[in-house]
């Protein structure tokens, strides 16, 4: 018959096989999940800089296939802001004849070209629009790219985020799995129970999730980086830049650029608007050929036409509100526009200076929280304190270095966000 000490001690074992068992499993498990998925991690080089991985980002941008349009759109303002007529040329054809009623023969046949001519106050209104749709062009580029460097930067920050906390939490397992082999050390020498070592193999189960966790992280960024530039290489150091000097949004900014550019299409569109609800003069150009009766002969003319509309401010007025509305529109989408950037940098530009001197506080805690472990650790491999006393040591000291190292990639990512509000672009 087995006593209670044979029956707890068949558990203990037990569950030790349980729990070695189960560690095998979450290991084999992920790493087989992660194979089947393809998640390969991507490859690292040293002499990948960020105008590479920037160019290659732009160039897959599906932003991109706007270019071909706005320069078409651009040529073919740019063709036509030279002409005198406005629209397309009419050919115009009149016939007459009586066969019908008194059929004495009568003929009338004429035909012309029918143009529509510019004012000559309105003739620069063409050259205004080329101008206007070859700037915003230009603008149109600068913004993109502001947008795209915004994006590899933030791509970067997760990278470089999620492979620090990666190292931080394989330097956690390693930490652990020493705690563990102290803690059976002491188990084997009869000093501590199996409970003890239990509980650092749960601690260690639990670590090794955290890992996989974190290296999912890693993989999730790497494919986003993957997906915006097309590389299946990424840069193996941490990308940082300097933080520039200017401290105020200026006009130059690529969005408040590209918004001017708005405004001042939408004002040139006011005077095309104007110009179409006042209408145009019209000149008609041809020939005529009349017959009176079958006893009569045919008399060839030239004949021109001169139309030229008058009057009517009301409709003129009326015709432009709307281009005037858009106008409007674009300058209060400008000055909000100026507005979210003015606060999205001081808000910046506070949190890091939040960030720095959190900073200096983590290091210190640190650096205690790293003598404190080094400490508990000698002491409990001594026997002198209890497993209760020393894990929370641990726990200490591996958040301590954890908050050092996300505040230092924090204060990274802030700079090149303050560079990003700034309207800077490497």
Same mark, same amino acid.
């Given at each position: 018959?087995?006593?209670p000490?044979? #029956?707890s001690? #068949?558990?203990?074992?037990?569950s030790?096989?349980i729990? =070695?068992g189960?560690?095998?499993?979450? %290991?084999?498990?992920?790493?087989?999940?992660?194979?089947?998925?393809?998640?390969?991690?991507?490859?690292?080089s =040293?002499?990948?800089?960020?105008?590479?991985?920037?160019?290659?980002?732009?160039? !897959?941008?599906?932003e991109?296939?706007?270019?071909?349009?706005?320069?078409?759109?651009?040529?073919?303002?740019?063709a036509?802001? /030279?002409?005198?007529? $406005?629209?397309?040329?009419?050919?115009?054809?009149?016939y007459?004849? /009586?066969a019908?009623?008194?059929?004495i023969?009568?003929?009338?046949?004429?035909?012309?070209?029918?143009?529509?001519?510019?004012?000559?106050?309105?003739?620069?209104?063409?050259?205004?629009?080329?101008?206007?749709?070859?700037?915003q062009?230009?603008?149109?580029e600068?913004?993109?790219?502001h947008?795209?460097?915004?994006?590899?930067?933030?791509?970067?920050?997760?990278?470089?985020?999620?492979?620090t906390?990666?190292?931080?939490e394989?330097?956690?397992?390693?930490t652990?799995?020493?705690?563990?082999?102290?803690?059976s050390?002491?188990?084997?020498?009869?000093?501590?129970?199996?409970?003890? #070592?239990?509980?650092?193999?749960?601690?260690? %189960?639990?670590?090794?999730?955290?890992?996989?966790e974190?290296?999912?992280?890693?993989?999730?960024?790497?494919?986003?980086?993957?997906?915006?530039?097309?590389?299946?290489?990424?840069? /193996?150091y941490?990308?940082?830049?300097?933080?520039?000097?200017?401290?105020?949004?200026?006009?130059?900014?690529?969005?408040l650029?590209?918004?001017?550019?708005?405004?001042?299409?939408?004002?040139?569109?006011?005077?095309?608007?104007?110009?179409?609800?006042?209408?145009?003069?019209?000149?008609?150009?041809?020939?005529?050929?009349?017959?009176? *009766?079958?006893?009569? !002969?045919g008399? !060839?003319?030239? $004949?021109?036409? %001169?139309s030229?509309? @008058?009057?009517?401010?009301?409709?003129? *007025?009326?015709?432009?509100?709307?281009?005037?509305?858009?106008?409007?529109?674009?300058? #209060?989408?400008?000055?909000?526009t100026?507005?979210?950037?003015?606060?999205?940098?001081?808000?910046?530009?506070?949190?890091?200076?939040?960030?720095?001197?959190?900073?200096?506080?983590?290091?210190?805690?640190?650096?205690?929280?790293?003598? *404190?472990?080094?400490?508990?650790?000698?002491? @409990?491999?001594?026997?002198?304190? $209890?497993?209760?006393?020393?894990?929370?040591?641990?726990?200490?000291?591996?958040?301590?270095?954890?908050?050092?190292?996300?505040?230092?990639?924090?204060?990274?990512? %802030?700079?090149?966000?303050?560079?990003?509000?700034?309207?800077?672009?490497?």
């Open positions: 018959m087995n006593t000490w044979q #029956v001690k #068949v558990k203990l074992k037990f030790y096989y729990n =070695s189960l560690m095998l499993f979450l %290991l084999a498990s992920t790493f087989s999940h992660a194979q089947q998925a393809g998640h390969e991690p991507l490859e690292k =040293s002499s990948l800089s960020f105008e590479e991985i920037f160019n290659h980002a732009l160039n !897959n941008a599906p991109t296939l706007e270019r071909t349009v706005r320069q078409q759109q651009a040529k073919a303002y740019e036509i802001e /030279d002409s005198w007529i $406005t629209g397309r040329p009419n050919l115009v054809i009149n007459l004849d /009586d019908l009623f008194d059929d023969g009568q003929r009338e046949i004429d035909y012309a070209i029918q143009l529509q001519l510019k004012r000559p106050s309105e003739r620069n209104n063409g050259r205004l629009l080329s101008d206007s749709y070859q700037s062009i230009s603008a149109w600068q913004a993109l790219q947008y795209i460097a915004g994006r590899v930067r933030n791509s970067l920050a997760d990278i470089a985020e999620a492979d906390l990666l190292s931080l394989r330097q956690a397992t390693l652990t799995e020493e705690l563990l082999d102290i803690t050390t002491l188990f084997d020498a009869g000093e501590l129970a199996r409970l003890d #070592v239990m509980q650092v193999e749960n601690l260690l %189960l639990e670590q090794r999730q955290i890992e996989l974190t290296e999912a992280l890693l993989i999730d960024a790497e494919r986003a980086y993957e997906v915006l530039t097309g590389l299946h290489v990424r840069p /193996d941490t990308y940082t830049e300097t933080r520039v000097a200017e401290e105020d949004i200026l006009s130059s900014h690529p969005q650029l590209y918004l001017q550019s708005d405004i001042n299409l939408a004002d040139v569109n006011i005077l095309v608007s104007e110009a179409n609800a006042r209408g145009a003069p019209t000149v008609s150009l041809g020939a005529a050929r009349q017959r009176g *009766s079958f006893m009569q !002969n008399n !060839n003319n030239l $004949t021109l036409s %001169l030229i509309p @008058f009057g009517a401010k009301n409709i003129v *007025s009326s015709q432009t509100s709307t281009a005037r509305r858009n106008k409007v529109d674009a300058e #209060v989408l400008y000055q909000n100026l507005r979210s950037l003015d606060l999205a940098l001081h808000e910046v530009e506070h949190e890091l200076f939040i960030t720095n001197e959190a900073i200096l506080m983590a290091e210190e805690r640190s650096q205690l929280a790293e003598q *404190s472990w080094q400490m508990s650790r000698i002491a @409990f491999a001594q026997g002198e304190l $209890t497993l209760a006393q020393v894990t929370p040591s641990l726990q200490a000291y591996l958040n301590a270095q954890k908050e050092v190292q996300l505040l230092l990639l924090r204060k990274e990512r %802030l700079i090149t966000e303050y560079n990003q509000t700034i309207g800077v672009i490497p």
